[in-house]
T-cell receptor, first 114, second 115 residues
Framework: AQSVAQPEDQVNVAEGNPLTVKCTYSVSGNPYLFWYVQYPNRGLQFLLKYITGDNLVKGSYGFEAEFNKSQTSFHLKKPSALVSDSALYFCAVRVKAAGNKLTFGGGTRVLVKP | EPEVTQTPSHQVTQMGQEVILRCVPISNHLYFYWYRQILGQKVEFLVSFYNNEISEKSEIFDDQFSVERPDGSNFTLKIRSTKLEDSAMYFC?????????????FGDGTRLSIL
C-alpha cells in the first residue's frame, strides 16, 4: 500500500525567509509525486509534479520541490516566502500499478508572518 | 483558466435522506474523480470514472454510493441513505488523460453536513 507523511502540522516562517514543507512517501514501484495548495474555502490547486528526470522541479508561484529517492522524500521549497503563501499544503503520490488514485498526506499549514 | 465547478457549496441533509452532489469537470477532460475529506482527516480517494464506467473505487465507496455522468458536462455523486459519518468535504476532480503524470484538477468542494 502507498502512503504519504507530512511530519509537520504547521510551519511558521517570517516573510522573506526560505520556506520548506516536508513530505516523505512509501510506495512499491516508481512514484509520481505532486504538491497541491488549498486556500480557505477553496479546492486543491495543483502546484507542481515530479514524474522523471531532474530531481529538482519548478512549479507555480516560485515554488520548487526536490525528489530524493534514497530518502523517499519530496520536500516543497520556496526561497523567499510571502504572506500570501499562507495556506494548507498537501503532498500526494500516484503509482502506476495502483491505478489513477492520488494518496494524500495529512497536510501542513503554512503561516507566513509579515 | 478552466475550472472544475461544484454545486452546492454547502448541503445540509437529514440522516437517511438521499443527496446528490454535482460537478462540472473541465470540458476537454475525460477522467473524473471524487474524493472526500472528513474534518481533521486526510483527503481520501472515493472513485474514478472513465468512458461512462467506474475504473477504480476505494473501500469507502460501498453500495450506498453511486456516480453518474448524466449528460456531456455533469458528473454526479449520489449517496443513497446518508449517515452521520458521511459528513465531510467532497471534492470532484478531473484530468485530461489517465496517465499518471497528468495532474488532477480539483473543484472547491461541497461541504456535506448530515443532521
Amino acid at each position: 500500500a502507498q502512503s504519504v507523511a507530512q511530519p509537520e502540522d504547521q510551519v511558521n516562517v517570517a516573510e522573506g525567509n526560505p520556506l520548506t514543507v516536508k513530505c516523505t512517501y512509501s510506495v512499491s514501484g516508481n512514484p509520481y509525486l505532486f504538491w497541491y495548495v488549498q486556500y480557505p474555502n477553496r479546492g486543491l490547486q495543483f502546484l507542481l509534479k515530479y514524474i522523471t528526470g531532474d530531481n529538482l522541479v519548478k512549479g507555480s508561484y516560485g515554488f520548487e520541490a526536490e525528489f530524493n529517492k534514497s530518502q523517499t522524500s519530496f520536500h516543497l521549497k520556496k526561497p523567499s516566502a510571502l504572506v500570501s503563501d499562507s495556506a494548507l499544503y498537501f503532498c500526494a503520490v500516484r503509482v502506476k500499478a495502483a491505478g489513477n488514485k492520488l494518496t494524500f498526506g495529512g497536510g501542513t499549514r503554512v503561516l507566513v508572518k509579515p | 483558466e478552466p475550472e472544475v465547478t461544484q454545486t452546492p457549496s454547502h448541503q445540509v441533509t437529514q440522516m437517511g435522506q438521499e443527496v446528490i452532489l454535482r460537478c462540472v469537470p473541465i470540458s476537454n477532460h475525460l477522467y473524473f474523480y471524487w474524493y472526500r475529506q472528513i474534518l481533521g482527516q486526510k483527503v481520501e480517494f472515493l472513485v474514478s470514472f472513465y468512458n461512462n464506467e467506474i475504473s477504480e473505487k476505494s473501500e469507502i465507496f460501498d453500495d450506498q454510493f453511486s456516480v453518474e455522468r448524466p449528460d456531456g458536462s455533469n458528473f454526479t455523486l449520489k449517496i443513497r441513505s446518508t449517515k452521520l459519518e458521511d459528513s465531510a468535504m467532497y471534492f470532484c476532480a478531473s484530468s485530461d488523460q489517465g496517465t499518471h503524470n497528468q495532474p488532477q484538477h480539483f473543484g472547491d468542494g461541497t461541504r456535506l453536513s448530515i443532521l
